[in-house]
């Protein structure tokens, strides 16, 4: 579940960060390496006290204090480089600074009972950043996603791209697979659609997701409707 303690932290550094990946929490953030592929220049370790993460809903959450981000979310049951990431969502865009969350993530069925790390990178206006997280896969679906995970901003915007681009960034954090495995949430809000696609597939799928954001001058309390709707 999301610590307030974790958004105390990040918000408290938010004046000096590029990106600080909240949920699952950061293997280690080192804002002068950050640009450092694949993990920002932390060393992930992968042991029994990496948290649980559900293989077909979870969430992450992201302090980003740049105006403009493309943000790629990958993860691997590798726990040692080289990492063979898996694209687990299409890049999306944004637009405004904030704390945004991710609420309908999901992994490859293949993962679960392993140990793992996500990896969020993010390319801005100081090129590509990363993070990783160090993370235990785990069956089932997390639908209690803690009481920060709810958008509070209406100056955020987010959408999915058409495409993605992987293949940039490769060099610096591994090898990429190009199947995407997601589950969106619709336009609707809480309402969910399974989809397992391409990366091509994805950029020519109907199905919607949603986001959660805030600003970074506000803590959230409590599960809500989910304000910004994504769309491939």
Not at 70 to 99: C, H, K, L, S
Not at 128 to 147: D, I, R
Not at 173 to 199: F, R
């Amino acid at each position: 579940m999301l610590s307030l303690t974790v958004f105390t932290l990040a918000l408290a550094g938010a004046s000096t960060a590029h990106f600080v990946l909240n949920w699952p929490p950061t293997a280690g953030f080192i804002d002068d390496s950050e640009s450092t592929g694949p993990c920002g220049g932390a060393v992930v370790t992968v042991n029994s006290s990496a948290p649980e993460v559900q293989v077909d809903r979870f969430a992450i959450q992201v302090l980003s204090t740049h105006p403009q981000g493309q943000w790629q979310f990958r993860a691997t049951t590798d726990t040692q480089e080289p990492y063979n990431w898996t694209e687990i969502v299409p890049e999306v865009d944004t637009e405004g600074a904030g704390i945004f969350c991710l609420n309908y993530m999901s992994a490859p069925t293949s993962f679960a009972g392993s140990k793992g790390i996500i990896q969020v990178t993010d390319t801005s206006v100081d090129g590509v950043l990363y993070q990783c997280a160090p993370v235990s896969f785990t069956t089932g679906s997390n639908a209690t996603l803690g009481e920060t995970c709810k958008n509070q901003s209406s100056t955020f915007t987010a959408s999915w791209t058409s495409g993605n681009s992987l293949a940039s960034n490769a060099s610096e954090s591994g090898s990429a697979s190009g199947g995407a495995s997601s589950t969106m949430a619709s336009m609707s809000g809480m309402e969910t659609a399974s989809a397992t696609a391409s990366a091509a597939a994805a950029s020519s799928s109907a199905a919607g997701a949603s986001i959660a954001t805030m600003g970074t001058g506000a803590f959230v309390a409590g599960l809500g409707a989910i304000a910004a709707g994504l769309m491939l």
